[in-house]
């Protein structure tokens, strides 16, 4: 059953994108545009958060220094604000997913294209446990998760 629910929450992965059609093609420079969420709002995101809800991340940096950011299009721009992921305040599952308790950081900035890249991810929510809030696990696009130390590993289940 876990698995199962598991994978419905990643199946809703794509469902967050909203169709873009009828606009013109923005050029070479907009490298985030097809896995940016369309929020009309920062309420939405920070709703998202507070209710047990999947949410589309980036993740900037290089491999031992990185944020996690939520990204927007507003104004024909792309804007972002960091995640603080509370390391301290994990729960593991027996099936080795970790969450955490995060919390959007109030400050926004725009997304500059020379800013390095390091994945996509997925805020998968907690389901199972109502201790301590809304938590959730972090998972990148090569299945790759936070562990309690707040490092990068594979699943070992």
């Known amino acids: 059953m876990n698995a199962y629910n598991r994978q419905t929450i990643l199946n809703s992965f794509t469902s967050g994108f909203k169709s873009r059609s009828g606009l013109p093609d ?5 490298r985030l545009d097809p896995n940016i969420k369309r929020d ?7 709703y998202t958060l507070s209710t047990p809800q999947p949410l589309v991340v980036v993740v900037i940096g290089v491999e031992r220094v990185w944020s996690c950011y939520v990204v927007m ?20 599952d027996s099936d080795g997913f970790v969450y955490h308790t995060l919390a959007l950081v109030p400050e926004e900035s725009p997304l500059h294209d020379e800013e ?6 997925l805020l998968l929510p907690n389901l199972w446990s109502d201790e301590g809030g809304t938590q959730f696990a972090i998972i990148d696009k090569e299945w ?10 594979h699943c070992s289940k």
């Open 26 to 30: 923005p050029g070479p420079n907009t």
């Open 40 to 46: 009309s709002l920062w309420a939405d995101v920070q």
């Open 73 to 92: 299009q507003m104004f024909e721009e792309s804007w972002k604000r960091r995640i603080d992921i509370d390391v301290g305040a994990c729960h593991s």
């Open 116 to 121: 390095p890249l390091m994945s996509y991810g």
């Open 144 to 153: 790759r998760f936070i562990d309690q130390s707040g490092c990068w590993t």
